[in-house]
């Protein structure tokens, strides 16, 4: 089920809003639209499960998965279904209930990735894997980055990897990208210019960064 997570401290800095949520606020229809979109590609038969493919194959069966920005659970629920154990975070509430409501089984949280602490929710960690898709890298509120690779790094088990992609060309360079790995105490094992493996060039339009324990 969801949960929202309690609000901050007064002694504690406010939260910023991400990206995402500026849009929301913008549109408070966009998360519906997002959803519906999703939804109706699946009906259509279209090819959503490419993130996940990969996931799976550099996992055993039965891992322990961390979807970070997991949005209406497009890719944990692939990987439930490959016999995973999945947790899924958004901060949109809206996304969160799509997951419930289409992939039930799963374990599907609201909450911020700058702020994650799951063995705070009673939730056990580390993570086999963790799969950030779907761009949430760049619809994070502006200088949280860092931030939020260091979050993700320590719930990740000590051979676990990290795996994030993203369109190169969302403001969120792979030079900054690097940077953070480095801030978070994590290094780049495989740099990817697609879902499906190909190389990563200078005139890749999309980046997947496969992260591990430095």
């Known amino acids: 089920m ?9 002694d504690l800095p ?15 229809d966009h998360s519906a639209w997002y ?18 493919r990969l996931i799976d194959a550099m996992i055993p069966r039965g891992s322990r998965v961390l979807d ?11 990987l439930a279904e490959r016999g995973h ?3 899924g975070v958004d901060v949109d509430p809206v996304l969160v209930a799509a997951a419930e409501a289409d992939h039930p089984g799963s374990t599907w949280l609201v909450g911020d990735l700058t ?22 890298m760049t619809f994070l509120a502006q200088g949280t980055s860092a931030q939020v690779l260091r979050r993700l790094a320590a719930h990740l088990a000590p051979e676990g990897r990290i795996v994030l992609g993203f369109g190169a060309g969302r403001g969120y360079t792979p030079d900054k990208l690097s940077a953070d790995v480095v801030a978070a105490g994590l290094r780049e ?22 992260l591990a324990h430095a």
């Open 189 to 210: 094992d495989l740099l990817l210019g697609t879902w499906d493996l190909r190389p990563f060039t200078p005139e890749s339009d999309f980046l997947v960064a496969v």
């Open 2 to 10: 969801s949960e929202t997570p309690a609000p901050p401290s007064s």
């Open 85 to 87: 154990t999945v947790v």
């Open 68 to 78: 970070g920005g997991c949005g209406p659970g497009r890719v944990g629920a692939h």
């Open 35 to 52: 959803v519906e979109r999703f939804r109706a590609m699946a009906r259509e038969g279209r090819d959503l499960d490419g993130e996940a």
């Open 14 to 28: 406010a939260r910023r809003p991400s990206r995402w949520e500026e849009m929301v606020a913008a549109n408070p």
């Open 115 to 136: 702020e994650l602490d799951l063995p705070a929710r009673g939730v056990p960690e580390p993570f086999d894997a963790i799969v950030v898709a779907g761009n949430v």
